[in-house]
């Protein structure tokens, strides 16, 4: 009684199962008719082709475009990811191209994006860790200082790093705090407060004539903690100069000598260094740190700008201790997204 009455109804035109699937059978004979037997859909798109070849190559080997001019590399490595735009877009002029060849070339870029990127699409996250750190960039022109104060506090990080820091903005930032920290140290532009005792707190030479980086001793319950703070140079982009980085490159040399030479096992880096991992005018620190977000984080955790995050330029770096999971936190009222992390410490220093 039931097959009758499903035979009537498609036979009365209704969509039975069998009726769908020749529907989407001519759509597609109909979309690929044009296809079939064109033998010129290998020769049509070579130049989307190249162009889906060298797009895989500038990322297959960012590394080795030089920096003399501009600082064309350093540029190209700070939006490498965004390179990915471009992949969808070859995609769909060589349908509309009606090209194998380019088509099949766009798998190139679409590989060794997946191979330089794909592992951070992943969420890495562990529970695990005895320290939560956190880092922001308050913006010197920060319009409400006391909220952004409270907004960070709330993420129950232990240590708190802020940059750009205004002087006569910091009593602002100390009366907000001071209920959720009992320490803390300012040295110029930039400011450490802790839940844990801080000692041997001192400015960093990162050679720029003021101060916007400092170190601290950290008294942690799982045991002692280098934390530098650190806000490197800005960087622009100018038509008549390229990527103008120069002064940020050479206090990331002198931050990375100070890390280097640093006695205690467990060293975390907070701060905006005005670069991303991928940045290879970073490697002084880069070279011998992790970047949480890298690690153990979930996504890319674009910290710039807060209204449409394009770059991670803000950073949480460990060497020693060892990162278990990495956050962006909500907006405030600054330029930049805060971000936190927390990690465990390995290798106590008591």
Known sequence: MAQQAYMTEAENGSPGPERRTSRLRRLLDRWGGDWRGDRRIWRRGLVLAAFAALL?????????????????????????PWLVVLIPVLLLLGLLRKSATALIATILPAAVWLNLFGGLLTDKTASGG???????????????????ARDVAASGADVLALEELKASEVPTYETALAGTYEYHAVVGTVGLWSKYPLTEVEAV??????????????????GRVAVYVAHLPSVRVKLEAGFTA?????SADALGEA?????????????????????????????????????????????????????RIDQILVK???????WTLPATA???????????????DH
Do not use: C, Y
């Open 320 to 326: 020693g201790a060892e990162p278990e999971s990495s």
């Open 130 to 148: 005895d320290l939560t750190v956190a880092t922001h960039n308050v913006n010197a022109e920060n319009p409400d200082p006391a909220r952004t």
């Open 246 to 250: 120069r002064q940020r490159d050479k």
């Open 56 to 80: 895989a190559l500038v990322m297959l080997a960012h590394a080795h475009i030089p920096n003399a001019i501009g600082n064309l590399g350093s540029l190209t490595e700070t939006f490498l």
């Open 259 to 311: 890390i280097a030479a640093e006695p205690l096992r467990n060293v975390v880096l907070l701060g905006d260094l005005n670069g991303t991992m991928n940045d290879r005018a970073l490697k002084a620190v880069t070279a011998q740190m992790r970047s949480t977000q890298g690690a153990v984080g979930s996504g890319f955790g674009f910290s710039w700008p807060a209204s449409f995050p394009m770059a």
């Open 205 to 222: 030479d990162i050679r720029l004539g003021w101060q916007r980086a400092m170190r601290a001793t950290v008294t942690a319950p799982a």
């Open 334 to 348: 600054s330029d930049h997204l805060p971000i936190a992390a927390r990690v465990k410490v390995t290798t106590p």
